[in-house]
């Protein structure tokens, strides 16, 4: 059956994509680029939430990319400076290849 957030209506609830498929997108987004580029939060969230969603989606990407962070598979970094992903940030983000990178090239 499908309802709607609220159960007022009839409008289907929207489907919140998982913290694993964030961290894919995040990965993907990444492995497409340059090993040295970086890309924006919002990239990813404008990838799997609707125009009209993806603002409200940006604690979940940040949030992911923290994890990732802390494993050291990416960096969060604000102009040249890697940020900690034990302490609270606001403001633009960007997302980087971290030293847990996997070595595409270990693998042939």
Known sequence: MTGSACGCCSRPEPVTPS?????????????GRDAAASICPSE??????????????MPDVRRVARGLAIADVIVITRADTVLDPHRSFEGPVRLRRGRRWPDDASND
Do not use: F, G, K, P
């Open 19 to 31: 913290d694993a498929r964030i961290a894919d997108a995040i990965r993907a987004l990444l492995a």
């Open 44 to 57: 990813v969230a404008r990838q799997l939430w609707s125009d009209a969603a993806w603002r409200d989606a």
